[in-house]
């Protein structure tokens, strides 16, 4: 048990930092942040808009570092709020033509990292990875809700 515990955590602390790192090196060529990487992403995949609950949601992110991912892509020109008469809240974030570009190079850059990063895995053996940590990400979350530590 002590090793399943010792190799789940490792890996899992691997890929993350190895994602991190990624995402900085990649945002920096484009002279942005690797934290505005989901950001941007999202709001491509989502051409619509999304509010930043919405936003938070699909990144994984609490609002108040959401909050100043988008104020620091508003800030570079990248997205905007569009605002529906009084209302302060529920705006919809959309990318500006400028972010629709960087969005898309940044979606280049996942597909291109992820190809790499899947090599020899086939489709159905990706599937059934993603599956199974998504009943571990579940599991995982259960026990934090239920108050229990590891």
Do not use: H, W
Not at 107 to 134: T, V
């Amino acid at each position: 048990m002590q090793q399943r515990y010792a190799t789940f955590s490792l890996l899992l602390i691997n890929i993350t930092r190895c994602v991190q790192r990624i995402k900085n090196v990649e945002m920096a060529a484009l002279g942005l942040k690797g934290r505005e990487v989901q950001c941007l992403f999202s709001l491509f995949q989502c051409r619509e808009g999304a509010t930043l609950k919405q936003l938070c949601e699909m990144c994984g992110e609490d609002k108040g570092m959401m909050s100043r991912t988008v104020k620091q892509l508003t800030a570079e020109g990248l997205v905007f709020l569009r605002r529906d008469g009084e209302r302060k809240y529920r705006n919809p974030i959309l990318l500006t033509k400028e972010g629709e570009k960087v969005a898309e190079v940044v979606s280049e850059k996942i597909s291109e990292n992820l190809g790499r990063a899947s090599c020899g895995i086939s489709d159905g053996e990706r599937e059934e990875l993603y599956r199974l940590l998504g009943i571990v990400s579940e599991n995982l979350t259960e026990i934090c809700r239920a108050g229990s530590a590891l």
